[in-house]
T-cell receptor, first 117, second 109 residues
């Protein structure tokens, strides 16, 4: 149990376009989802916390107008990279926190590799 | 601010040798510490958490508040332990995780 999926697994887009990445909890309801970014050979950097039915909370230095997060249901959060530029190329990873267990348990998705040309 | 430091990018040992992956943290309150592991071509997964005081796959980690450390140890490394290991910290029931830069463990036959 506790599987998190991401779609797409990789995406290539032109500069200036917007890209949407989906994060789904397949067999549990996630009140909270997290979005991370990972640059090559670097660690995961928390971008934002996504709470179902409310606005996302962004970490310092993360542009909320550039990285739009929507958590419309207990099993789906989306990250939209708006007007993408080459510097947005990265590996984006989501995680989901199920209620009713260890409060800090997070299950991670497989990640989405974004390449902006 | 919270910070997690993993000083070693790569740790290479022979099969059967002891392993210690270092992790130090900075946080003035009471943190919760975790070790996550990422095997080749797989997603990140929780290995163990300090609050559980458990041993997973032969690995243990003890929280040392005096030294602000949470080193991961295993007495006899196996080839299947080769992976990327991340130390992470959570605080104040925020559920957020701050990750260290990771250590790649390579266990040679």
């Amino acid at each position: 149990g506790a599987v998190v999926s991401q779609h797409p697994s990789r995406v290539i887009c032109k500069s200036g376009t917007s890209v949407k990445i989906e994060c789904r909890s397949l067999d549990f309801q996630a009140t909270t989802m997290f979005w991370y970014r990972q640059f090559p050979k670097q660690s995961l950097m928390l971008m934002a916390t996504s709470n179902e039915g409310s606005k996302a909370t962004y970490e310092q230095g993360v542009e909320k107008d550039k990285f739009l997060i929507n958590h419309a249901s207990l099993t789906l959060s989306t990250l939209t990279v708006t007007s993408a530029h080459p510097e947005d190329s990265s590996f984006y990873i989501c995680s989901a926190r199920p209620p009713g267990q260890y409060t800090d348990t997070q299950y991670f998705g497989p990640g989405t590799r974004l390449t902006v040309l | 601010a919270q910070r997690v430091t993993q000083p070693e990018k790569l740790l290479s040992v022979f099969k059967g040798a002891p392993v210690e992956l270092k992790c130090n943290y900075s946080y003035s309150g009471s943190p919760e510490l975790f070790w996550y592991v990422q095997y080749s071509r797989q997603r990140l997964q929780l290995l163990l958490r300090h609050i559980s005081r458990e041993s997973i796959k032969g690995f243990t980690a003890d929280l040392n508040k005096g030294e602000t450390s949470f080193h991961l140890k295993k007495p006899f490394a196996q080839e299947e332990d080769s992976a990327m290991y991340y130390c992470a910290l959570s605080w104040d029931s925020s559920y957020k995780l701050i990750f260290g830069s990771g250590t790649r463990l390579l266990v040679r036959p």
